[in-house]
């Protein structure tokens, strides 16, 4: 392989369109070896053609691994892949020569039937099971896999019989220990040379982005743009049949991104999914090749290097850059400026353009969601784009008025980010309400300016200085307690914003809202330019831990053991969110909205919630209690699950669970307070502090940068449907030159691009993601629902 890798599969299969594929082989593997891999490359190939000849397309993946199980159904008996067809071939190929073969041949069938999990030991640990998920492992796995192939395939199962014949035998013992050893040495050496090869395709993109910035004409016509930069992405530009070049200017398929997805990004977290459901086609090595324990859930890293690496291997260019918007080819004269044969027009963060044949979004499921201001808590309040400076100031008789960032009435047009954060716009110079204001920016940057003093609730506006009694009225600071009014700002040798926070290690103080620099002892303003980069990356660091956070953003790493934290949300993210903080503190603090009760619940596992039992104790329970158990059971949504009760790990084991604080009271504002926390107030206006904030309410397609965005309102798409006419893969325009793929096809923004179709498919979706396996059921943004999905629609795609 390119890089430092050192491995390599022996053979490796890619379609080239609906009625064609290639297979690649290693040029450095023996003759055998290759023999078996074509045989199972070829034979996956025929399965596939057989499906689709067929009409059909069975949504599953390889079960023919090792490690956990988690598609068995009440036969033992699981669904095999196209791929896992492959497998069986090869084993046949090894066992039909069995018992008089070679030991080189005897060697390479018990491999066989390690790496297809037929010959998988009792796990270290016990799997993790609760009510209605109870995956299979060690050696019920194994006897799963070998029911299914003597069903499934029964021409094989004599062979099959005589590779487990020979793994049972006492002269076996030595070598199956030794193939083990070996595999997990192989592993161990990918797992360490795998962040080189990524690095390096990293330092590429850049100079890429770097060539191709410093251009001076525009960029000749790319025949196919693939929007995001995450395994989605990753696995539509491994699976895409191949593209036409334009000439050596640009890459004939080009990513645009300025980053590689969050999921990647975790660090050593465990995903909601074991990695036999986080199969990626087209890769070589799959995110099972990178853990350490294929038992348990798949780590973020293991999945990050198995998409890093694919991304690498595979020579995926990447421009890195933010797209902020997607045009498609206008009428007539209006596209007079267009190159003749672009369709659709990129626009991107730095205002360049990009021009395509064809375009795929794989963007995810969008921008965090953001908390608005609640609409009956408007009066008397002022919000500012932390920005651009333009504010909306909401009257006591609710009148709105639009300001400018000197705080003077505004009546000109505002600009696109202001008016959507603020929630307004001017109509022929009248302000238009068009929605709440958020609390927070994008950044995590409060829109309130105001900073309050926690211990007396007194407040100051730093921009024009004005003083607030608890009762909003304005005061004069002179008439304050001396205490009181330099914490607000007013020092003896003049005003100093107190939202300045200090760096302990040097002689400086930062601004979270704009990054501004000054001396801490003077206030005299410093040119960050002139600062050592240990002290930028400092000063930066208390930015951002100064800023309120979203989910996906924070890793275990990213706490401190005084923290005291609020997350906000009780769903998955807020789940996560949860757990990798109690690694490091025991201050957490867990708001969700209020939900109403329901009628049945999810018996939980041993040493986790009980939200049956629960919901059986409230029948009988006191109000206070009953107030106590409804609250709890708000919690319990889309995130419990097998993975968020793990023992002593999840955010619904009892370790996690019992010491965290638990709320249904939200805040309805969030501001800077006089010591560096933030200041939260909920609907009875009780004012509480925390020193880190975390927002894990969802994600939206329709915020700035989010894949309905992006296509704008006036983008009609369709359904692309799959061998059998009912199943939705994604989505796409008319043409069928703009595809949305992964979890940005399935948002509520993009759905709604699609008009009267929107209820049909929305159930579509919901149906085909309930009938995925239990670790990923009803979840229809995962991986294991988009990946095989995307690579249908690749394999039938045409320009």
Known sequence: MPGTLAYAPVATTHFLGPSAAVVRVSDRATADLIRLAVAARLTEVAAIVSDRSANRRLDVTSGLTEGVLTTADSAGRIPLSPRDIGRIAALKILGDQL??????????????????????????????????NVPLAGVAAAAA?????RTLSPGSATALDKVLELARQAGSQAALKDIRAERDCERRVLREQADGVIAQRTTVDAELTKSLNTRDAQLPVIPHVIVGGGWAATVDYLTLPPVASAGADVPPVLTVSAGYGVVNGLGDFRLTQPAMDNELPGASFQPGDFAEDRNDFVMSTAFGRAVGVARALAGMPTYQANVTGIEARPDGTAA???????????????????????????????PPRIQQAAGDQLAGRTFVDPGTGYQVAFGPAGDTRILDAQGEPYAGQLPANASWLLGVQNVEGTPKRLYEPFLLDPQGRPTERRVIDA?????????????????????DPATLDPDLRARLGFRPEGYRDPRFVTDPDSPYSVHPMTGAVIVTASGEPVDRTTLPPQTLTRLDALVRAHQVQYGGQNTSASYRPDDDLLVVGGGAGGASEVEQAHYVTRQVTWGARPAKLGADYPKGPEGALDPKGLRAEWDSAAPARKAE???????????FNRRNTLPA????????????????DLPVTIRYTTTGRFGTTDLQGRLSTFSRIVYTIGQEADHPGGAAALLGTGTRLVAVLGPDGTEVNGLSDAPGTLRVLGAA???????????????????????????????????????RY????????????RR
């Not at 297809?116 to 209605?132: F, I, K, S, T």
């Open 99 to 132: 018992p008089t073969a070679t030991a080189q041949v005897k060697s390479a069938a018990l491999g066989s039937a390690i790496a297809m999990g037929l010959l998988d030991e009792e796990p270290a640990r016990p799997v993790h099971r609760m009510e209605g």
């Open 145 to 149: 896999r070998a029911v299914s192939v």
């Open 336 to 366: 007079a400026d267009w190159p003749a044969e672009a369709r659709y027009r990129l626009t991107t963060g730095d205002r360049r353009t990009l021009y395509a044949r064809s375009v795929d979004l794989a963007t995810g499921l969008g």
């Open 455 to 475: 211990e007396s609730r007194y407040s100051v506006d730093p921009q024009t200085r004005t003083v607030y009694a608890p009762d909003g009225s304005a005061v």
């Open 629 to 639: 158990i409804q609250r709890d059971l708000t919690f319990v949504s889309g995130g």
């Open 649 to 664: 790990i999840g955010a619904f084991s009892l370790p996690v669970w019992e010491p965290t604080l638990r709320t249904t």
């Open 745 to 783: 096809g399935v948002t509520r923004g993009v759905l709604r691009l699609t008009g009267a179709d929107q209820p049909v498919l929305t159930d579509k979706i919901k149906a085909q993601a309930d009938a995925l396996p239990p670790d990923a059921r009803t979840i229809d943004p995962s991986i």
């Open 786 to 797: 988009h990946a095989g999905r995307i690579a249908e629609m690749n394999r039938t795609f």
